[in-house]
């Protein structure tokens, strides 16, 4: 597995509408794209900030996995992603390795990216995602 770089950092807010402006206006950073991933019940801004995007993430169904995530944690950080050049080659590399995989395969996820997640049991608490064109 090749990790180039720290792809995106997610962040679960209760409202996009809300943090939006918090994101641009006291940080100073532009949010460049919202998007809604129907099958992942969210959806999604992109800040960039240096080569690194944030990716911020409001739940569409209280049931789906960031809206459990805040009802159990609150607002806050929710997944590291890494980018590789190719998830379901590392999917598989990962998993001989023991590692506990919550994507067997890879899916679409926000910006056409393939994805896939590692259990945090696996990853020492951390909620981990790789994502890549791949």
């Known amino acids: 597995m090749n990790i180039s770089h720290i792809e995106h950092i997610g962040i679960a807010v209760n409202s ?20 809604e991933i129907a099958d992942q019940k969210v959806k999604t801004a992109f800040f960039m900030v ?17 809206g459990k995530f805040i009802e159990k944690k ?3 950080i929710h997944h590291l992603a890494f980018a ?3 998830v379901d080659k590392s999917l598989n590399e990962l998993e001989e390795k023991g590692v506990r995989l919550i994507d067997k395969n ?4 926000a910006e056409g990216l393939n994805i896939g997640f590692l259990h945090p049991k696996s990853t020492l608490g951390v909620l981990t995602e ?3 064109e791949e």
């Open 50 to 66: 240096g080569q690194t995007k944030i990716e911020l993430l409001e739940s569409t169904d209280p049931e789906g996995p960031v």
């Open 84 to 86: 590789v050049d190719n």
């Open 106 to 109: 890879p899916r679409k996820g």
């Open 130 to 132: 790789i994502c890549g």
């Open 16 to 35: 996009l509408e809300e943090a939006i402006p918090y994101y641009e206006g006291m940080l100073g950073l532009k949010c460049y794209a919202v998007e």
């Open 74 to 76: 609150g607002q806050g």
